[in-house]
């Protein structure tokens, strides 16, 4: 195993037991089979995405495993990735904390549809990757970047955080909580502040760009932004 891949290897590993704690601490519990069924969803899907990347595009790996507020270059980038990283603990720790004090009554199919968001989710943000090996976890442009405009990119300037949208909606409810929906709102919020910022930075430094959101309308969901 090259350093690249042991270090994508200890990065997801590194992740998924963090995503566990958050998850079971709130709880005190391990009793907690929706999280199970979560978090086997969730790894097995992030963890093939891996393996593709591996295997067919170690360029755009390298680019994903740097991501965080310390290796974004634009300041206002490190704000909001820092602001994100908490925003998505929420939805996480939320749903935990209301299955703990038994706020919400889910059904189980309820939760299954939850799951089956995670991976529809997760496997639109798969497609992006597919797509466009430039979709660095960092906003940077690279030196023989160039505009993509189609596949999902025809349809919305930035389906990868579409994909994560559909993805942070079915947490909650994959998770057994109502009320964790509530927990959603502000990381949109955080991703929509991404996203606009990211165009601002686009539009300067990646050459067709400002042609290319002429072109396609819509930020997140055709016909409504």
Known sequence: MN???KKAFEGLTFFILALAVLLFLPVWTFHYWQAWVFLSVFSVSVFLITVYLMKKD?????????AGSAHEKEKSQKVIQFVAQFAFIAVVVFPSIDHRFGWSTVPAYICIIGDMLVALGLFVVFLVFRKNTFTSATIEVASDQKVISTGPYAFVRHPMYSGAIIMLLGVPLALGSWWGLLAVIPITFVMIWRLLDEEKFLSRDLPGYIEYCAKVRWHLVPGIF
């Open 3 to 5: 350093d690249l891949n």
């Open 58 to 66: 170690t360029k755009l790996l390298e680019r994903r495993v740097n």
